[in-house]
């Protein structure tokens, strides 16, 4: 079970920090993402890191504003979004898969996500 945390409203131009806790262990080749969906829209895809190595990949429209990250402790893996812009408004969702893809269905786990609005 994936279980998101961290949205809000804020102003553009501010900062936010979710969190994905998994209920169980994440295991080394685990890719975990984010995604964000707004109504009437497909999901689109944010960030995805590889959790044995490491390795990032980010969405175009958030490269150099948002950074993933892990924690191994904590079991959770990290969104810090920077320089908040209304287009990011949405609900962003954390997800597990086994591929390094930035497709949706891919992944086979999602959590229920949550709300992020950004007001100008």
């Known amino acids: 079970q994936l279980v998101e945390s961290g949205g809000g409203s804020v102003q553009a131009g501010d900062s936010l920090r979710l969190s994905c806790k998994a209920s169980?262990?994440?295991?080394?080749?685990?890719?975990m993402g984010w995604f964000r969906q707004t109504p009437g829209k497909d999901r689109e895809f944010v960030a995805l890191?590889?959790?044995?190595?490491?390795?990032?990949l980010y969405g175009d429209s958030v490269k150099g504003r948002f950074t993933i990250s892990k924690s191994s402790a904590e079991n959770t893996v990290y969104l810090q979004m920077n320089a908040l812009k209304t287009e990011d408004t949405a609900v962003y969702y954390c997800a597990a898969g086994s591929q390094y893809s930035s497709v949706p269905s891919d992944y086979r786990s999602w959590g229920r996500g949550t709300q992020v609005t950004v007001a100008s």
């Open positions: 890191i590889r959790w044995n190595s490491g390795r990032t």
């Open positions: 169980e262990r994440i295991y080394s080749s685990t890719v």
